[in-house]
């Protein structure tokens, strides 16, 4: 009995090349994310931080003013880059709704 996996498939030259090509663009922007994921500074600044996640000031202020918002005030206002991610994803409603992610087993 054959598998998907032992199908023979004809195409042609240019559709395997299309399939090479969109294969690569793939690949070029998962390693660019990954790249300015580790270009990032360790803290942020308010401006940083908008750019970053294309924000307005007044909702980086929202956001800033948050008590669960990770700051860090000691030298002025700085957002560290690390704590950001950890909350973007503690708060991302579609991980606390559709997995157990972040639900400990007591």
Do not use: C
């Amino acid at each position: 009995m054959k598998t998907p996996d032992d199908m023979i498939v004809t195409m042609t030259v240019g559709e395997l090349r299309q399939i090479i090509r969109e294969e690569n663009e793939k690949l070029k922007e998962e390693f660019l994310q990954k790249t300015k994921l580790k270009e990032l500074p360790p803290l942020l600044t308010r401006k940083e931080l908008m750019e970053l996640l294309h924000i307005s000031h007044t909702k980086a202020a929202e956001l800033i003013g948050r008590p669960d918002f990770p700051t860090f005030r000691k030298a002025g206002l700085l957002i560290p880059t690390d704590m950001l991610f950890e909350w973007i994803r503690r708060n991302t409603d579609w991980v606390d709704t559709n997995t157990t992610y972040f639900k400990s087993v007591i």
